[in-house]
């Protein structure tokens, strides 16, 4: 049984909580055999913020979208973020892109080419200049630098080249401005990546000074990798700035948060809600004290969009309220005295929980419909949209 | 010590191997995120099938090329097969596509919708069409087909629709025609794949008759599977049809043949010639009594293609050289007195031979260079198709 | 909203569920590093099975023990056919085991040496005569046959080997008897496993006649591997014979089933559930005819073992419930119109139901308490084996 | 061609090359499933170090032996050092052992109960006064701990236990004593591991101080883990104090070091050479300013214990010596010119060098036969330890 305290604690957290979701999660993307064009895609910067607020709208915890550069490049950020205001929500982080230019063939920051170094570079001041024009916080890196074949290139030579740029960018940031670094196992380079796991992000980080921190793509690890693991250790080190969420079964398949694993993505939030780090206060020791960011980044391939974010929002927020109900004085009881079994069955009972019934008193008490699915379904504004934007080219990767 | 003896048998099966190169390998590929254009890239089914004579030329054991269909349709088949002989080379197996129409977003042959199933059947059909036109013997078919979320459809239902397809195609066969069912473990889909593995293909193979075989493509298994273990168990049920041979570190990287772990290569290649079945004879009680065709299928995202399909075939040619050296009379007295160390030295020495000296008097023997990539690089062709191939638009997967 | 009759047909189902638990279970067990031993471990077969007694009591749908021979040899088998009963459950399964003998350094039915091969066979014969005794239905087979070294032994031979010993073994059974035949993908072998993958057992299974059957134990996959795929092909070729539960984060991990992804246990038991064939009658198609089995295969390395089986038959049973309050009419209707995010939600609203109370009401109906665990807990059976169970020696692995 | 400069460099390198192979490795072990005894085996510390100086006597570079306590616990250490020194050998690091006490269920130094992390931290204590009276430089901890279960116990709590035993320790060091901290992916505990990364091992590294530095062992990775890469990172900072060689193909499998995936050990081995870290010379910016120590970890459950020894230590320079062939000049220059291929080509006409010859001749420099393997089965010290080793108990891991 849940006590009423954990119960009104709960609401009052997830209440706060704020997931972020991006820019190009609206947009046409694909595999690299196929990019299936779907009804109703966003054509322009302003399109893809009316999907993110209509997110907003229905969920009431998606206050914030992050922007990709250039995909979403406007003559004047301000009015962008004027127009995105006036449709309820926030210009989030500020995503560089170095991975689409012909002269990114052999990697942006870690290139050889000290001239491909620099307009990497370049492009990711150009970066932190958007972060003043928008109010945004947030710069996430992320570098497809790597290399397909055993020799390509050193391995070290890149670490260093790597380590001279984010110096010179880190130096560019104002104010509460944050560099954060991605990871990631694989993908586009298959042989070595520059950045393939959170030690090596960690130590770029502890090499650039406290304002810069770690995001953890939840689709970015090799098979069997304990996840939660990773976010204990990096919350223990001040350094988990944000979260990329998304799912996978195999590789970075960017499914909607939660299809997957649940039972992860609530072992997950567990360690979070252990560390009072969920909603929008900063986890004891952040290098920055400033709170983690709960980015969406996945792609929806073959399923609507603006649906699927909706239901990527609602899969966190009940992994989250799982988590918030897990009593942790049974839990830590059981664990103080090696109850094994014990202990497992605090973790599961709280998991074991419908809470779909305490998210619909959340939503009714935002004054949202409880079943932000089926109110969005019902409310027409995919068929709304699949009737207005027909014409001009429709949002993509451009890969 | 090589024996003269082994060392000549090895001479005379390596002058006998074929090996098929993809025109697709030719033209510009890429990953999700970008695909960078090369120069010098063939704009046409002409311009690929030099590429691949090119190919042969420098190498002498490449005198197939297989076709894609539609990235290969021409109007008149006869007039390509022609070229090809012009050229010094034969058109080979032709592959189907069934994943890049818009029609194909929940899949082909499995897809739920009758009327999609109809046009990729009849796509199929065409394809058969084509082998009657080019003289080719091989339908190989590799779908794309899966889903990416549980509950999208039903497993079975869709195992029921891929069964009937591939019935009518079968019947559509004459003469020696094979239908060549490949296996692929995840990508484009990433919750299930239809095909997912060696089973799954054996079974239908057993299904549709004698002249359906199943394709393993080194690139397409879970992390830590024994892949020579697969090609010894296909032999012994005589339904191994052919290899698709590329490399891999941690998905279906395409890499080149061998790149990756070339121990692994030289294994698949030890399985090939104890069962007898490396060149140009059919591997004993195999169910159609005709040869396995050894394809390559891999892309080249960075470096440039004709080199690396030299690189390529020239890797393949070394394990199956260094295959061909262990001693094994040797090898079968040390595991049968089950004697561990003995048998794993008997293929390691041969696997330590430095066979380029061998694989050079091969060469010399066929009067060519010893070394087809440094004669491949002083040749000029590289430079001359750069300068050539200008204007129109360059061959790539479409997508 | 589960529909009433739903919930009404679920319970009926439910308490037909039969859940087989093992006998080695009981026993002590842990890694090649340290097996902990714990207080109240049985040191017989009787004590075993009383223990299996323990959890059918407080469960009430698990009143069948799997034996393992040599482990639980006894002199009179029918007089332990006898103490079962007594205790109110069955024996079941015969596993037989041909991986503790020094002979079977390098395999045992895949041995060079045709003494061994013949030592082993003759186990699995004598294993066909206890289960005559007990009146057993399933010969259970697992294999630790493998090699650790390229070379180290043909691995075609091996199956030739394995195909001749089974084949024997096969004529020895009567009436409805079965042979079940388990792959796994490694351990204890590292570099071939003699039955590595659903695919070989198949083969093999095919070969022998409509009695042979593939055991599909739940930790034997690589990495990624969509079980219920495999699920759902067993069954439409009706070579699904009996699955082995437990769960795994990474290897052969052997932890309580459904432990480590609820969520897959679910989607398994989906399969089972579209194929009617959860619960005591045989699935449609089946080569035997006969129901599928339900063993549990688990090992407690650090945690108590009979609460440990307990909490394993209620996950099962939990998964099994969520997935018969599956609405699978409003399931087909989304697949057939593709509605990806529609039939997703379809599945997640069974998984995200609280089936506790169901079950709650399902044991009350069978006049048990309606939470096993703490029953168990209550009942003080722990306690009094520790103090009664002292002296002797304890169960093991023997390894 | 390899270059007569660059050979003989090569020599003199490899002439200098120490491989240091471990006590346990002589004992017998095995699997979870059995352990398989063989004839020879040791029966005290001083037989294992009798076979640890037969395999230097035969490879001329396995001039140390690393102990594990309590396994190799003697009354009087400075008498085994003396044993040691009398065979030609010196004793090594001194290995600690905190998992086979059955206090240590569900942990040692992370346990919840500070007694028994009381107990974990004095046996390492007492590993210290070992060294001091050894005079062994190393400390090398591997820790079993970890948790089975979610929710087992807090996974950020045991790193604070972690940390707080582990700056004990390093206190206790004098000198230049090292303490070297290994991780390791997964097994014995399967959900967390509490040292599962090289990140963690580093980040408790750099808190303890310069004298602290990470073991990679080479099969504590998951799948698809760039080993190499790790190595080049750990270099960079300083802190790679060890490897533990071995091969795997799935989990710990503990195969002879090169059996497995050979161009992967090349890969490693290049690494080092870049950072001229192989052979008794610190690596640049080393923190310790103390050479890297090349330690064997395995074990040999099928094949006899010191052939296999004698087999890993010349896999190794096998490895080793194609890594000082690799034309560095060549190599720098195809990468920085951005020749993927050329520069692939580079590192692989090294690999495909046959070194055999070249380490033949260093072999006969030193003295000793060129084929170590050859001469170590005619030497008759095999069957003369298993005539010798009679009664006793024989050394194993006592798991």
Redesign the interface.
């Known amino acids: 049984m849940t006590s009423p305290d954990r119960r009104a604690r709960a609401l009052e957290v997830l209440r706060e909580q704020r997931i972020e979701t991006p820019s190009w999660g609206y947009g046409n993307?694909?595999?690299?055999?196929?990019?299936?064009?779907q009804p109703g895609v966003p054509r322009t910067p302003e399109e893809k913020i009316d999907d993110a607020a209509t997110v907003h709208r229905f969920t009431g915890v998606a206050p914030l979208v992050s922007l990709h550069i250039p995909w979403d490049r406007v003559e004047d950020f301000a009015a962008l973020a004027e127009h995105a205001r006036a449709q309820g929500i926030e210009l989030g982080a500020i995503n560089a892109n170095t991975?689409?230019d012909?002269d990114?063939?052999?990697g942006s920051v870690c290139h050889?080419?000290p001239a491909v170094r620099r307009k990497a570079t370049d492009h990711l001041l150009e970066c932190v200049d958007i972060m003043d024009a928008t109010g945004s916080r947030d710069l996430k890196l992320w570098f497809?630098d790597g290399t397909?074949?055993?020799?390509?290139?050193?391995?070290?030579?890149r670490?260093?080249r790597l380590a001279e740029v984010l110096a010179e960018v880190y130096a560019r940031l104002t104010g509460d401005q944050r560099l954060l670094l991605e990871y990631k196992?694989?993908?586009?380079a298959?042989?070595?990546?520059d950045v393939?796991?959170?030690?090596?992000s960690?130590?770029h980080c502890?090499a650039l000074g406290p304002q810069a921190q770690v995001v953890l793509d939840t689709g970015h690890?090799?098979?069997?990798?304990?996840i939660?693991?990773i976010v204990?250790?990096l919350?223990?080190?001040g350094r988990l700035g944000a979260f990329d969420f998304n799912s996978?079964?195999?590789?970075d398949?960017d499914?909607?948060a939660g299809?997957?694993?649940?039972?992860?993505l609530f072992?997950i939030m567990?360690?979070l809600v252990?560390?009072e780090a969920v909603a929008g206060v900063p986890a004891t020791g952040s290098s920055t004290g400033q709170p983690i960011s709960f980015f969406l980044d996945q792609c929806h391939?073959?399923?609507?969009k603006v649906?699927?974010m909706i239901?990527s929002v609602t899969n966190i927020q009940?992994a989250t309220a799982k988590a918030l109900l897990v009593d942790t004085d049974a839990?830590?009881a059981?664990?103080?005295?090696?109850d094994?079994?014990g202990?497992?069955?605090?973790?599961?009972d709280a998991?074991?929980?419908?809470v779909?019934p305490l998210l619909g008193e959340l939503r009714e008490g935002l004054g949202l419909h409880p079943d932000p699915?089926a109110a969005y379904a019902a409310s027409g504004y995919f068929e709304q949209v699949s009737r207005d934007r027909v014409g001009g080219e429709q949002a993509g990767?451009g890969?």
């Not at 299809?259 to 992860?264: E, K, L």
């Not at 391939?301 to 609507?304: M, Q, W």
């Open positions: 993307s694909g595999t690299r055999f196929k990019v299936f064009a991975f689409q012909d990114y063939r052999l050889p080419d497809a397909n074949y055993p020799g390509q290139d050193s391995i070290r030579d670490q260093d196992f694989f993908e586009p298959v042989y070595t990546t393939p796991d959170w030690g090596t960690f130590a502890l690890h090799a098979p069997g990798t304990n939660e693991f204990a250790t919350l223990r080190h996978r079964f195999y590789a398949d499914l909607m299809a997957a694993d649940p039972f992860q072992r567990h360690e252990q560390a391939n073959i399923e609507p649906a699927a239901r009940e839990l830590t059981a664990q103080r005295s090696g094994v079994l202990a497992y069955a605090v973790l599961k998991y074991d929980t419908d779909r699915s990767w890969a």
